[in-house]
């Protein structure tokens, strides 16, 4: 973590289970610069949460060491985290908002409204690039001590999953660039969208004249298949590094 520098969330909210994913963009990044060796994203820290409500979340990123001194945070969410809970009468991302205000921090959101935006397949395609580009170079490096991590199961009795056990076993569904969010492998799913999400963030879609580009993600990207595992994404993608 460089004290200096951006931090930019990937959120995928919840109750049952929740993934904030805390990246850095490299100076080089953010200025277009060509990348050497891992010169673009670090993942540096997440918090994975069972059961906790979206206070008790926030206040858990608050209290982070790395959070001292910070004004100000970029949170990329889940388009479902501005809807108010019946509970309390908030959305998710109120909550966040007022809570991280108490503590002096201001959060500025990012959520697309295009449709393009929320097609997974598309969604997994701005994250496979996030991560490594089409021409070999690696864009991502995830730290070490997160391969290490494990989280409290859920009252469901179901694993808790960082991203860096997602991106190496998530796998996807017959035929369809779509991951698994079956029963069995639900809980890997959540941080792999809440890092597409920040996905979306760095590489918006923009307008295209041709229509047939948003059907074929809605479609699934059948005839690609581009499916397998979520390792694809993937394993030999992303960097690991000693901090």
């Known amino acids: 973590h460089d004290p200096k520098r951006e931090v930019i969330i990937g959120l995928d909210p919840g109750y049952r289970r929740a993934a904030w994913i805390c990246t850095q963009p490299t100076h080089a990044y ?5 990348l050497i060796g891992t010169e673009g994203w670090t993942i540096f ?8 409500d979206t206070e008790r979340q926030t206040l858990q990123l ?5 959070m001292k001194g910070r004004t100000t945070i970029t949170i990329a969410h889940d388009p479902a985290g501005v809807a108010k809970q019946s509970a309390v009468g908030k959305s998710d991302m109120d909550i966040i908002k007022d809570t991280c205000r108490k503590a002096g921090v201001n959060v500025v959101f990012s959520c697309s409204r295009k449709p393009e935006d929320h097609a997974i397949q598309a969604r997994c395609e701005r994250l496979r690039a996030l991560i490594k580009s089409a021409d070999g170079v690696q864009k991502m490096t995830i730290a070490r001590p997160m391969q290490r991590r494990q989280y409290t199961p859920g009252e469901d009795g ?5 991203i860096y056990e997602s991106l190496l076993e998530q796998p996807f569904k017959d035929g369809k660039d779509i991951p698994d969010d079956s029963t ?3 809980p890997w799913t959540h941080s792999g969208d809440a890092l597409g999400y920040l996905a979306v963030f760095v590489a918006p879609i923009f307008a295209h004249d041709d229509q047939g580009w948003k059907d074929a993600a809605e479609e699934g990207y059948e005839e690609r298949a581009l499916g397998g595992e979520m390792g694809d994404f993937g394993g030999d993608g992303f960097g690991v590094a000693d901090f």
């Not at 608050?62 to 790395?66: T, Y």
């Open 184 to 186: 069995v492998w639900k």
């Open 62 to 66: 608050l209290q982070k060491p790395w």
């Open 45 to 52: 820290d997440e918090i994975i949460t069972a059961d906790t």
């Open 158 to 162: 179901r694993k808790s999953v960082g």
């Open 30 to 34: 953010q200025a277009g610069l060509p």
